[in-house]
């Protein structure tokens, strides 16, 4: 079956480093990806993960363990508009396919 | 226009009534899915369509009915809801066989029945 996990809710201070965890099982993986959401809009697309270990985008990072299945996203310089929700999903291969199957989502307030 | 635009951004419908959600891509993708997003659940994968064939029905009810008349337009048909069907839903597109295989999200309808 495919299961993904993440922290529902997690509080960090505007300027400060956070980290966002995510585990996961699937039979047919084939990537990983972050979504940012706020509320009320579309998820927007911010790192892409296939191959081990870490890939850079500005403020935001992404790294990967096939063999643990595992990723983390990090947030440094926080900012209040990064107050969001962060959307961990798998790109899963079975049947044939590609589809994101996604976690519910890690609800982040960057405080003050 | 750009991107995924979906439309209508909100609707408030009846039991017994008949609507549909429109979605329209401008990416010149080949996929295009719909999803449903109910508050602190994960997003849930209704349907899929690649180059126009459903190739996946996500054990949905009856009365949520998709159409894909091309690989530019999808369409959610809506009857006899029910009240625990209110959600966002949110439709994406993505170009399959691509080395990045990313979805592009639509803006979701926000569905409200009574």
């Not at chain 1, 099982?25 to 191959?51: D, K, R």
């Not at chain 2, 419908?13 to 891509?25: A, P, R, V, Y």
Request: with cysteine; net charge neutral.
């Amino acid at each position: 079956g495919q299961n993904i996990d993440q922290p529902t809710e997690m509080t960090a201070t505007e300027g400060a480093i956070v980290q966002i965890n995510c585990t996961y099982q699937t039979s047919g993986f084939n990537g990983l990806f972050w979504y940012q959401q706020h509320a009320g809009e579309a998820p927007t697309f911010l790192s892409y993960n296939v191959l081990d270990g870490l890939e850079e985008k500005g403020r935001f990072s992404s790294f990967l363990s096939r063999s643990k299945g595992y990723s983390y996203l990090l947030l440094k310089e926080l900012q209040m508009k990064d107050s969001a929700s962060y959307l961990c999903a798998v790109r899963d291969q079975a049947g044939g396919y590609n589809k994101l199957i996604f976690g519910a989502g890690t609800r982040l307030a960057v405080h003050p | 226009e750009t991107g995924v635009t979906q439309t209508p951004r909100h609707l408030v419908m009846g039991m017994t009534n008949k609507k549909s959600l429109k979605c329209e891509q401008h990416l010149g993708h080949n996929a295009m899915y719909w999803y449903k997003q109910s508050a602190k659940k994960p997003l849930e994968l209704m349907f899929v369509y690649s180059l126009e064939e459903r190739v996946e029905n996500n054990s949905v009810p009856s009365r949520f009915s998709p159409e894909c008349p091309n690989s530019s337009h999808l369409f959610l048909h809506l009857h006899t809801l029910q009240p625990e069907d209110s959600a966002l839903y949110l439709c994406a597109s993505s170009q399959e066989g691509a080395e990045f295989y990313g979805y592009t999200f639509g803006s979701g309808t926000r569905l409200t029945v009574v």
